[in-house]
């Protein structure tokens, strides 16, 4: 069996999967990765960037490939983009070395944590709250293949990123750094 070492984060923008993935990788001293530096960085362009000039499915493919590269490290935490698992492969690739968390929270707290980034192409719209329930309806198959899943709406970044860290060092049965 292949020893899961990640801790991988998904779910939709404004979950809190960067501010939680740094706050435990503080606590553990795991090493922190997001797909979406890697892609901004490699390409040299911003991800709303990406979007305009390149379109969607350019932008999948360079996440795609990015999945492939963080999914090869070991003791990691794995920030994702919230469409990461809009391709099975993605999915099939994290989990082969990490435990998948999803987070969650509302479509209301969605907007409200991420009103003010110009860099969310996908909310770029009329009625931004319209779009992210549509769109997490049509992810909800997606984020559940997660392996844990987590609703963060009334939780500080501290509790979910302890949460997390309580279930992921369980698995192996090992002291936890938060006990």
């Not at 020893?3 to 606590?27: A, D, P, W, Y």
């Not at 996908?122 to 844990?148: G, N, T, W």
């Amino acid at each position: 069996m292949n020893k899961k070492t990640n801790i991988v984060l998904i779910g939709f923008m404004g979950t809190g999967k960067t501010s939680v993935g740094l706050r435990i990788s503080e606590i553990t001293g795991m090493r922190f990765v997001d797909t979406d530096d890697i892609i901004e960085d490699e390409s040299k362009m911003s991800i709303s960037e990406i979007f305009s000039k390149m379109g969607e499915d350019y932008f999948r493919d360079l996440e795609s490939e990015s999945v492939k590269k963080v999914s090869q490290l070991s003791n990691h935490v794995i920030s994702t983009g919230g469409g990461v698992v809009k391709r099975g492969q993605n999915v099939n690739n994290l989990k082969s070395t990490g435990i998948i968390f999803c987070l969650d929270t509302t479509p209301e707290l969605i907007m409200q944590r991420t009103k003010n980034y110009s860099h969310r192409p996908l909310l770029q719209v009329e009625d931004p709250v319209s779009h992210i329930c549509k769109m997490l309806r049509e992810r909800e198959p997606f984020y559940a293949c997660a392996d844990h899943r987590i609703d963060t709406s009334n939780l500080t970044i501290n509790q979910v990123a302890e949460k997390i860290i309580g279930i992921f060092f369980k698995y192996y049965e090992l002291s936890s750094p938060v006990e």
